[in-house]
């Protein structure tokens, strides 16, 4: 399941997608300032670009088709080389960039960490200020999160003080003093 989130950075928003726990920034968000999705595509012609993103792909995806990377690594760099997202999740099985459809919430996303290094690429002033926001939005889930937690903590003291005046209520004034003292062991 996917959640949505925007961060708007130089006052373009950029759309954040939470999968299994991992956050996936759009790249098309990104270069609109820059131009258009072309960038995208130039910039995953770059030698350093795939190798960046095969190694990222070694260390987080188990089922990356290193064999397959090799093909792309050749070429890289070369004017005839073309490399879109699709052509590459599709040949080696890369689980850090993804295209996705749609009007809303579609485009091409990548996780954080290869989100970012595009964003280096795109301009060292633009990476600091995406960084900084992502920082901030993850700062602010964590203060949400440890609010949930702090009401759910007073939920269930309360919750519990009511269970425990209910059962001194109902059961300890049903039975008998002399079944007390008895079930306590003093007499």
């Known amino acids: 399941m996917s959640k949505s989130k925007v961060i708007v950075v130089k006052e373009i928003p950029i759309s954040i997608i ?15 300032s820059f131009g258009d999705e072309n960038i995208i595509y130039q910039w995953m012609r770059n030698r350093n670009t795939v190798e960046f993103i095969d190694i990222w792909e070694q260390l987080h995806n188990p089922d990356f088709k290193g064999a397959e ?10 004017n005839s080389f073309t ?4 052509k590459w999740v599709e040949n080696t099985g890369a689980i850090g960039i993804f295209s996705k459809a749609g009007r809303y919430n579609g485009g091409t996303y990548a996780h954080k960490d290869i989100a970012f290094e595009f964003g280096s690429w795109l301009s060292a002033e633009f990476k600091l200020y995406l960084i900084k926001e992502f920082q901030r939005l993850k700062d602010q889930e ?8 702090s009401l759910q903590r007073t939920l269930a003291k309360i919750n ?3 269970h425990t005046d209910a059962v001194k209520d109902t059961l300890i ?3 008998p003093v002399r079944s007390i003292i008895i ?3 003093i007499l």
């Open 142 to 149: 964590s203060k949400t999160l440890h609010l949930d937690w």
């Open 183 to 185: 079930l306590a062991g």
């Open 83 to 86: 490399l879109t997202p699709r």
């Open 18 to 32: 939470e999968i299994n726990s991992q956050d996936y920034i759009s790249l098309t968000d990104m270069v609109k």
């Open 69 to 78: 990377f090799d093909t792309f690594k050749k070429q890289a760099g070369l």
């Open 173 to 175: 004034r049903s039975i």
């Open 160 to 162: 519990n003080r009511i």
